[in-house]
């Protein structure tokens, strides 16, 4: 890891599983197990839980949370917070990855 300040979070949102009806979506998820989950993997200067805010007000926010978007998920991202903005975008790509991996559907970008 690089030796920058640690003030950005990685973090997760639960999706309403009504977003499985969004082509995109399921389009990026094409191994998403029936019992799984939907999330959405993100990093962000802020507390996740104003960034979690803003995404609901519309402000800098992705369609799919806005629309979709139920809950933070802190159990699936706290114990890696805070990190260096690089290492951040990268676990954000992790984080995904580990989602998917265990079946669940994931919007990362």
Same mark, same amino acid.
């Given at each position: 890891?690089?030796?920058?300040?640690?003030?950005?979070?990685?973090?997760? *949102?639960?999706?309403?599983? =009504?977003?499985?009806?969004?082509?995109?979506?399921?389009? =990026?998820? !094409?191994?998403?197990?029936?019992?799984?989950?939907? #999330? #959405?993997? $993100?990093?962000?200067?802020?507390?996740? %839980?104003?960034?979690?805010?803003?995404?609901?007000?519309?402000?800098?926010?992705?369609?799919?949370?806005?629309? #979709? $978007?139920?809950?933070?998920?802190?159990?699936? #991202?706290? %114990?890696?917070?805070?990190? !260096?903005? %690089?290492?951040?975008?990268?676990?954000?790509? %992790?984080?995904?990855? *580990?989602?998917?991996?265990?079946?669940?559907?994931?919007?990362?970008?």
């Amino acid at each position: 890891m690089m030796n920058h300040k640690a003030h950005h979070n990685v973090y997760v *949102i639960e999706l309403d599983r =009504a977003v499985l009806g969004e082509k995109a979506f399921t389009n =990026a998820n !094409p191994e998403f197990s029936p019992d799984g989950r939907c #999330y #959405y993997v $993100g990093m962000t200067g802020l507390d996740p %839980e104003k960034r979690f805010e803003n995404h609901l007000a519309g402000y800098k926010s992705n369609r799919f949370v806005r629309k #979709y $978007g139920r809950h933070l998920s802190p159990l699936l #991202y706290e %114990e890696y917070n805070p990190l !260096p903005y %690089e290492d951040a975008l990268e676990m954000e790509t %992790e984080l995904a990855r *580990i989602l998917r991996k265990r079946g669940h559907a994931v919007w990362q970008k």
